[in-house]
């Protein structure tokens, strides 16, 4: 089992672009999450996905969609990249909802100059 | 909302225990969390602790928490050089369907 993967581990774009990060699972999980870590405030999640074929926004959508592929994979889109969008990003997974563990991919690391 | 507080520093030397706090502000949080995250990795978790439990033992581990004072600690036993990480304290929310992260305590042990 690889777990919970991420594509790709480094990016750099110039602001007004776009691109798409892919987070797969293959523990069968029903929820998955995309949060972003910058220093000195810890995780925030921007969107999640209960189950497949519905997803919801957390705490910092704005600037972000999501698409829910199948029940193995997540991805994250940023239509026009922004600096304040620099940040790390981590996909993660979990059998159901949080009270489940939840299992967290690698990250990508997102430069936008 | 929900908010959770941590200090964002503790330093101590191997051997030593390690205690890293927490506070948290909803009080229908059912399930609290530690996660660890080692550099240049995602977050990995530690325990948890149902919240009619005051205390729970994992071996090195020890989460006790005062649901009255909404406070939640994680002592680390004979805390050793690979413990150095970050340590997140995390909640669910009202709906159990997102978890809300503290910004994370560094432990940095030395020698």
């Known amino acids: 089992n690889a777990g919970v993967t991420q594509t790709p581990k480094f990016q750099v774009l110039k602001t007004g672009q776009s691109m798409t990060l892919q987070c797969a699972q293959d523990m069968n999980h029903n929820s998955m999450y995309w949060y972003r870590q910058d220093p000195g405030m810890g995780l925030r999640l921007i969107y999640y996905?209960?189950?497949?074929?519905?997803?919801d926004k957390g705490e910092v959508p704005n600037g972000y969609n999501v698409s829910r592929l199948n029940k193995r994979e997540f991805s994250l889109r940023l239509e026009s990249a922004a600096p304040s969008q620099t940040s790390v990003y981590f996909c993660a997974s979990s059998e159901a909802l949080p009270a489940d563990t939840q299992y967290f991919g690698p990250g990508t690391r997102l430069t936008v100059l | 909302g929900e908010d959770v507080e941590q200090s964002l520093f503790l330093s101590v030397r191997e051997g030593d225990s390690s205690v890293i706090n927490c506070t948290y502000t909803d009080s229908s949080s059912t399930y609290l969390y530690w996660y660890k995250q080692e550099p240049g990795a995602g977050l990995q978790l530690l325990t948890y602790i149902f919240s009619n439990m005051d205390m729970k033992q994992d071996q090195r581990l020890t989460v006790l928490l005062n649901k009255k004072d909404k406070h939640l600690s994680l002592r680390i036993a004979d805390t050793q050089t690979g413990d150095s990480a970050i340590y997140f304290c995390?909640?669910?929310?009202?709906?159990?369907?997102?978890?809300?992260f503290g910004k994370g305590t560094m432990l940095l042990v030395s020698p």
């Open positions: 996905s209960a189950s497949e074929g519905t997803t």
């Open positions: 995390a909640e669910t929310d009202s709906g159990y369907s997102t978890l809300t």
